[in-house]
């Protein structure tokens, strides 16, 4: 049987433009946008439909190693859209060199065992 559908988490650390990505693959504004970090704080899910399938998005808040309560909330919302998975899309900062955080990122992505795609923004 072949897959007609699946689930993508867009995940990355906080103000990388995973929301602007959503927004610009399903082709209308779902998710807010805003140059303020943690304007994300709860899964919103973006459905791409095309004739040959169907791709539900994932945007998560900013994923980084919680330092607070807050933190610790929003990197469990990203947790979980890991879970929920198929793949998962890295959303990386062209402008600067890849740093501690999107390491740290990395390393929870090798340990979720999930196909991962970089998008350099």
Known sequence: MKFRSGFV????????????????????????????????RHRIKGVLTRTNGQVV?????????????????????GEAALSEADAVLFVVDGSNPPGKGD??????????????VVAVN
């Open 9 to 40: 988490a867009i995940v990355g650390r906080p103000n990388v433009g995973k929301s602007t990505l959503l927004n610009k693959l399903v082709g209308q504004k779902i998710a807010i946008t805003s140059p303020v970090a943690q304007t994300t």
């Open 57 to 77: 998005f994932l945007d998560t808040p900013g994923f980084s190693k919680p330092l607070d309560h807050l933190g610790t909330l929003l990197t469990r919302e």
């Open 103 to 116: 390491e740290w990122i990395a390393e929870q992505l090798k340990q979720a065992k999930k196909f991962v």
